[in-house]
């Protein structure tokens, strides 16, 4: 009489794969992808984000300047002039020092031809009584557009963030 073996072991069947319960060396290439696409998909979203911020904080310190000339005419009881340089994107704030915009912006100006010293630089003149030649100034990065109105009567300074229509 035979008796049979059963045999349990690596060797019962020579051309079976086991699994261990772990991962496959695609499965680990799967995610790994996946992985990366969203880190490149966060890291686009936070470089635009960061450049809207610092756009946007440049059209908030041209119209504190803008208000600060303003307030200087006011306060000094004489005219004052704020000063801005399309060619060079470079603005004038109250005490004359230059600043340059952030790279990526262009900046643009709309004010009264007489107020215009030369044909790159616009002004706007504030008065004593706080009103203004008025104007607007306009700030660009790619399709945004930040608007920065002056009021001729009242010299009151809004900002306006818009996206461009192409």
Same mark, same amino acid.
């Given at each position: 009489?035979?008796?049979?073996?059963?045999?349990?072991? $690596?060797?019962?069947?020579?051309?079976?794969?086991?699994?261990?319960?772990?991962?496959?060396? &695609?499965?680990?290439?799967?995610?790994?992808? &996946?992985?990366?696409?969203?880190?490149?998909a966060?890291?686009?979203?936070?470089? +635009?984000? #960061?450049?809207?911020?610092?756009?946007?904080?440049?059209?908030?310190?041209?119209?504190?300047?803008?208000?600060?000339?303003?307030?200087?005419?006011?306060?000094?009881?004489?005219? +004052?002039?704020?000063? *801005?340089?399309?060619?060079?994107?470079?603005?004038?704030? $109250?005490?004359?020092?230059?600043?340059? #915009? $952030?790279?990526?912006?262009? &900046?643009?100006?709309?004010?009264? &031809?007489?107020?215009?010293?030369?044909?790159?630089v616009?002004?706007?003149?504030?008065?004593?009584?706080?009103?203004?030649?008025?104007?607007?100034?306009?700030?660009?990065?790619?399709?945004?557009?930040w608007?920065?109105? *002056?009021?001729?009567?009242?010299?009151?300074?809004?900002?306006?963030?818009?996206?461009?229509?192409?």
């Amino acid at each position: 009489m035979r008796r049979a073996v059963h045999q349990h072991g $690596p060797s019962a069947f020579p051309h079976a794969v086991r699994r261990t319960g772990g991962f496959t060396l &695609l499965e680990m290439l799967v995610v790994i992808l &996946l992985i990366g696409i969203a880190a490149a998909a966060v890291a686009v979203s936070v470089t +635009q984000g #960061l450049a809207s911020a610092r756009i946007n904080a440049a059209s908030g310190e041209i119209a504190a300047a803008l208000r600060a000339t303003r307030a200087q005419a006011i306060v000094q009881g004489k005219e +004052q002039h704020f000063d *801005v340089d399309v060619r060079a994107d470079t603005y004038s704030d $109250p005490k004359r020092k230059h600043v340059r #915009l $952030p790279k990526g912006l262009k &900046l643009s100006i709309t004010s009264a &031809l007489e107020d215009r010293p030369n044909q790159h630089v616009g002004r706007i003149r504030f008065f004593p009584d706080g009103s203004s030649t008025g104007g607007h100034i306009i700030l660009r990065s790619g399709r945004r557009q930040w608007r920065i109105n *002056v009021s001729w009567l009242t010299g009151q300074v809004a900002v306006v963030d818009r996206v461009v229509a192409q």
